[in-house]
């Protein structure tokens, strides 16, 4: 236990980097020290929160020197929401430093030096602010009904107006909504009384069909809850479809925590994305920023340069963008995603779009790839949740030894570790990190792996 250095003590440090989290870090006699909102090249006073033995967490107290990057945040929640971590700092620079965010999770997981240059320059959003296509907010009613956040890492609810990185049409369908508990006394959960009915709202909206989806996620059902409905989509007629979820404790899905009960219009909303319609079910996958996931998937089809004769795997498919978007380029493909409601979207959608070289396997992909083992697939794409691949799943793919892998990710780390593995038998070519959340300390990248000859692999 380090005894220079105790709680509640004010020290003066220099901040060094960015961490992981988007934390500044700075050195105090060789100790890491992680301060939230403080940023690279500043000369701060901080308070110590927590000590460990590898590094000591700190509160920002006063900038003496500041960073030429630094911005006025523009949310008024900003530092209590935790949603973002990343407003302090000019969007431009922000680009900058998830670049090197990644970098850093290379110089930590993978066991030799990755060439700088290997990891190009963060793909920005050509408008940053208002692009989350998605809510997925609790409800609380204490003295009156709120929409908000947890604080992070704690339970702390911070209610909150209109988030100015969530969609427009977000904002404005969840004051109605609350406008409308209100006048027909459906109310929020009341955790001090463990009493009310909505837990949770998810809102979903597709700003190029112009349709919306609103689930109720509810704690108790309410017998009002089909008057106001009524009342909702008259005076909100973007909404086309509305569920309501019974929760039930599950803390994978603490949203869908059950099977969605259709309230009212269409089972799906559609999206587009290069000129593709999806067809989404209210608990289906899809990315969150739907022109950053336009990038994200053409950097993957144009890293795979595909031939029309190749078999490709879309493995985590979701309901398969990246099968629509590579499907014209090679002979066949196998979306493989685990989520039924996923599955059935991406076969309807596919379906809908005239792509007939896709099949769509509902399985595990572990599971799958055994059952493929006699067919010879030339490219894998990968999109894993945050947990990464992991080592049961390489040894598979290293069974498999595709000639290319793609792999998307939304976390350097688990990505760094799996490269790590992977890169005993395939060369890195380049990693693309890409902001598909602007203002949060989220990075989402795309790699391109090339299988190395039999002679350059290690054993
Ligand atoms: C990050 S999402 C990516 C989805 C899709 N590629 C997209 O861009 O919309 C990861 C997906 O992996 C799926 N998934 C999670 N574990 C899985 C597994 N073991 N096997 C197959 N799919 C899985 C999830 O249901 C989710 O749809």
């Known amino acids: 236990m380090n005894t220079f250095i105790k709680e509640n003590e004010v020290i003066q440090i220099e901040i060094r980097k960015t961490g992981i989290n988007g934390e500044g870090i700075g050195y105090y006699k060789k100790l890491a020290i992680f301060v939230d909102y403080a940023l690279p090249n500043e000369t701060v006073d901080v308070m110590i929160t ?3 033995d590898n590094r000591a967490m700190a509160k920002l107290v006063k900038i003496h020197k500041k960073s030429e990057f ?12 935790g949603g973002c971590q990343f407003q302090h700092i000019t969007y431009e620079q922000s680009l900058i430093e998830k670049r090197e965010m990644i970098l850093s999770s290379f110089d930590r997981y993978i066991s030799f030096k990755v060439p700088r240059e290997l990891v190009k320059d963060t793909i920005g959003a050509d408008d940053p602010k208002n692009y989350r296509n998605k809510a997925s907010l609790p409800v609380q009613s204490k003295k009156r009904n709120e929409i908000g956040m947890y604080q992070a890492n704690s339970h702390k609810f911070i209610a909150i107006d209109a988030c100015p990185v ?5 904002n404005r369908i969840l004051k109605t909504i609350l406008d409308l508990m209100n ?3 459906v109310d929020g959960f009341d955790p001090k009384f463990n009493k009310g009915y909505i837990k949770s709202l998810v809102v979903r ?4 069909t112009k349709e919306a989806q609103v689930s109720f996620i509810l704690f108790n059902d309410s017998k009002f809850l089909d008057r106001m409905v009524k009342k909702l989509i008259e005076v909100e007629p973007m909404i086309k479809s509305v569920f309501k979820v019974l929760s039930k404790p599950n803390k994978k899905n603490p949203f869908f925590s059950d099977a969605p009960i259709k309230l009212y219009g269409k089972d799906t909303i559609q999206a587009k994305l290069d000129g593709y319609t999806f067809d989404l079910k209210p608990d289906a996958f899809f990315q969150l920023n739907t022109p950053q996931a336009h990038k994200f998937y053409l950097k ?6 595909l031939k029309k004769s190749e078999v490709a795997i879309d493995a985590y498919a979701g309901v398969a963008p990246v099968s629509h978007y590579i499907a014209k380029d090679c002979k066949h493909v196998y979306a493989i995603e685990l989520d039924e409601s996923s599955c059935i ?3 309807k959608s596919l379906n809908e779009n005239g792509i007939d070289n896709v099949t769509v396997l509902h399985s595990d992909f572990n599971r799958a790839l055994s059952g493929l083992k006699e067919k010879e697939i030339d490219v894998m794409f990968f999109d894993p949740p945050r947990t990464g691949l992991g ?7 290293l069974e498999s030894k595709p000639k290319r892998i793609i792999y998307g990710s939304c976390n350097p780390s688990t990505l760094a570790k799996d490269l790590n593995v992977l890169l005993d038998h395939y060369f890195l070519e380049e990693t693309s990190p890409l902001d598909m959340f602007p203002y949060t300390s989220l990075v989402e990248s795309v790699s391109l792996l090339t299988l190395k000859p039999v002679e350059n692999t290690i054993n």
């Open 391 to 397: 080592t049961e799943t390489i040894k598979l793919i």
């Open 70 to 81: 630094r911005a006025t945040p523009f949310c008024p929640v900003y530092e209590q929401c």
């Open 50 to 52: 927590r000590v460990y």
């Open 345 to 347: 979207s991406a076969k």
């Open 205 to 208: 909206v597709s700003e190029d």
């Open 300 to 305: 993957m089809k144009e890293l795979a340069r």
């Open 183 to 185: 006048t027909y006394k």
């Open 166 to 170: 969530q969609d427009k049409n977000i």
